[in-house]
């Protein structure tokens, strides 16, 4: 598996993921809308075999796509939607969080890269 391009599916991974908590914000008062979530790190955990000792961890990022679900777990309000405000923000936080994270790791392969060139 590239590291190139585990990075590039992290990174579109973690642009899908905001568009889609930015529109469970925008539908907070709208009747009857489930909130919807972006399943990517667990794919890479089934597709290497790999486990993780607590479920909050955050993985690297999947060699698949991302996939949009709607969320049926949690609690309906009295007009039949689910988002809870205070969940998104804090989704939202903690996805800036894995994106920086990835650049990082992006911008210091590119460093490298860089470097061996160059010497």
């Not at 998104?88 to 860089?114: A, D, F, H, K, P």
């Amino acid at each position: 598996m590239d590291i190139s391009n585990l990075l590039k599916n992290s990174l579109d991974a973690s642009a899908l993921r905001s568009e889609t908590i930015s529109s469970n914000i925008a539908n907070v008062n709208t009747s009857d809308y489930k909130a919807k979530r972006v399943e990517f790190e667990n794919q890479l955990s089934s597709a290497l075999g790999l486990t993780t000792t607590n479920k909050n961890h955050i993985g690297v990022g999947s060699a698949n796509q991302a996939r949009v679900t709607t969320d049926n777990t949690t609690s309906v309000d009295k007009n039949g939607n689910n988002v809870d405000l205070d969940v998104e923000m804090v989704n939202q936080s903690t996805n800036e969080l894995y994106y920086s994270s990835v650049v990082s790791q992006l911008n210091g392969r590119y460093q490298m890269l860089n470097y061996v060139l160059n010497n």
